[in-house]
């Protein structure tokens, strides 16, 4: 399981009732929109504390992820190598002709399409 990336931590007051705590504001609830989301966190971000976090952590699921998405799309009927302008039409007309195929496409930069 992977550490929150940031904690935030309101601002408290004791209430001197046997080490209580009282959250002086609200969190929003959960599945509240995007936008209270931000309203409600807007002039707090110095208040924001990362966690601490090991370069391998990140690593790790960087590397999970990775290939949980290669065991998931592996499979192919076809597979093109190179995201450039023929490797993008070949896999589009290909993919309009025969809609039953699976088709994947490796690239090696981050920028398909040049």
């Known amino acids: 399981m992977s550490p929150p990336a940031a904690i935030y931590e309101p601002t408290v007051a004791a209430t001197g009732l046997k080490g209580k705590v009282v959250v002086s504001e609200t969190v929003p609830v959960e599945g509240a929109s ?52 023929c490797g993008l039409s070949t896999a589009y007309v290909l993919a309009k002709a025969r809609p039953d195929l699976k088709i994947a496409i490796v690239e090696a930069s981050v920028s398909p399409g040049q």
């Open 34 to 85: 995007q936008t209270k989301l931000l309203d409600h966190f807007g002039g707090k971000w110095d208040e924001f504390k990362f966690a601490p976090i090991r370069e391998s952590q990140v690593s790790r699921a960087m590397t999970r992820r990775y290939f949980e998405d290669l065991d998931k799309y592996a499979e192919s009927d076809v597979v093109i190598v190179g995201a450039g302008s």
